[in-house]
């Protein structure tokens, strides 16, 4: 039998039998089963599913076999060969790391597939009855799918970026933790898809209005592709960074690009529907400013080199006849790549309060550009702190970091938390207001919606606590960050010049020895 190409992989053949024995596979599809069989029996005779709550109590089992259980399966495995040495010898062999991506990305999770399967005739079931359509059937079934995939490929990466030897629970547990806050209103909000399904609901994707799916299969297709080039990368060695420089300022113009898309004037793509508020445009642009910040905070950590990276690089340009290696290199510091991911985060922050204005007028008012500028700094600062940490204390730079990440950004909250025991409302006091906004994660949120309402003097002195943080970072990391680079330099000519007279000079070069070459 003539096997495609794209299954003939022997990572996902392997998988295929490990995960697919009879004995476990038979007992994980009976309980499936069973459960299916005693949600139907007791929902008909009272009649849920003509209101749609059968289907969602399936579709609940499907997000969990494949989102949360698919997912795990994904870490484990990825862990699991990491941690095992198995990998490397997956490295050296005449697979490609695509392959080898796709083989981990399809074969960890296939029981889960399976088990998603034996649901299907009950599901089919329900269909029949009337609740939902089959084309209502469709899209959640594609959005349930792009969501399996974004997190089993985020816990495909996270799995390549863990260290040898550790598991990735943190990954599970953060997961976890996430699915329990978002739980209880996801599980109000399912009983209703079986009708929401079958509602022709529109997404606006810049200015055009589109089915909700097809937004949704837009907007997930480009993340996708960002996750497996980043494991591709990271599948080929782990001594690469999860994205080149120039890969990382691409992801961030994208994941923009689709951000702005989806807020679009605001409509949502609703031609008939009723302009939007003024402060809903507000909060949809405080949204996009939030996620815009992350994205640049995010990037950074997949393109900045260390200290023993700084060094290779330097050993490279060396031998290269260099002075220095170019400013896009991955193993070169990461100045010009946070001022290039800082001018696209302003770009990308004002054309979206553009797109959103109410009035139309194409301005920023003074609340949303001192939030702009915050959001801008603090990702400069911060990126800078991680790139000095890194440089500077090498393998426990990133333990001083996450101090660093604790001691500006959360306990400036806990701190105002505690203040504001003692507060006596009505009081006029806004001292503790003053302590939360030093944490640029409250700061940015509270200029765009233009401080305290009811305290005008308490304006600018919030002002000054959520801008002058940032920018004080960002002038001391940045020089720090100069001092240490020229710190670096001297210890790695002194390494060179050491290596060099190490060596036996060669026979032809000037002032060695001419007998050594009759030697030779």
Known sequence: MQIPDWLDNPILVKHIRSRLRPPALGAGAGAVALLCLVIL??????GFYRKGNTFALYLML???????MGSVQVGSAMSQAKSSGILDFHRVTPLSPGRLVIGFFLGAPIREYVLYAVTLPFVFYCIALGEPTFLGFINLTVALFLAAWLLQGVALLNGLLVPAGKSTRAFVGGASVLFLFIGAPVFFAVFQSGRLADIPFRLGFFGLSLPWIAVAVFVSLPLLF???LA???KMASDSNHPLSKIQGLLALATVGLLLVGVVWKGDFGQPNANPPHPDDRRT?????LYLLALAGLMLPTMVTANRAEYFKG???AQKLGLK???AWDDLALNRWFVAAVSLMVLGLCTWSTYVLDPAGNRTIDRNMGLAIAVAVITVAATALALQFFLLQFGRMGATFFALFLFVT???PILAGILLSLGVTWGSGAYYHFIAFNLSPVVGVGTLANGGIAGIPAARTAIEAAALVPPLLYLFVFNSLLTMAQRQAMRDFLLSSQGARQARPAHPLEPGADPRALELT
């Open 226 to 228: 960002i996750l497996y």
């Open 409 to 411: 950004w959360l306990l």
């Open 62 to 68: 499907q997000t969990i076999l494949l989102v949360i």
């Open 324 to 326: 220095t290696l170019s």
């Open 284 to 288: 949809m642009t405080v949204v996009v």
């Open 41 to 46: 029996a007791t929902s008909l005779p009272q």
């Open 231 to 233: 494991s591709v990368r």
């Open 314 to 316: 330097l050993w490279r």
